[in-house]
């Protein structure tokens, strides 16, 4: 069984967070229990979301139905969690702050890459 829900919802602000990615939340009337439990059993999943400010048509319906299934975390989330835990174990002492500590790490290392494309020409 497929965990798809559709219901009406207001938006709420947007926020953007630390590292440039956004977080907003959404408000609906009451839901069923079978809605919740939809939620419930999606909670902290990577799931997709079409937001519209009209009714969800047939043919947007079947493109939703056609999305592929997220296998697990993104790319960039797991590359951000396990340059923290590295950091965490390794480097908090010397480097207190992470966000700070990865920018500069992913500056250095994308600077690398522009170097090396450099040394090609």
Known sequence: ???KILIPVVMKPIRERVDGSASF???TSILTDEQYAIFRKLKGQACYCLIKDSE???PEEDL???CDEFEGKSPT???F????VYWNEVLKDAHPDFH???K???DTLGQKFLDKLNDQK
């Open 25 to 27: 939340s959404l408000d």
């Open 1 to 3: 069984m497929s965990n």
């Open 56 to 58: 969800i048509t047939a």
């Open 64 to 66: 939703i139905d056609g």
């Open 81 to 84: 969690d396990r340059m923290f």
């Open 100 to 102: 700070k500590w990865r």
């Open 104 to 106: 500069n790490y992913l």
């Open 77 to 79: 989330k797991r590359l």
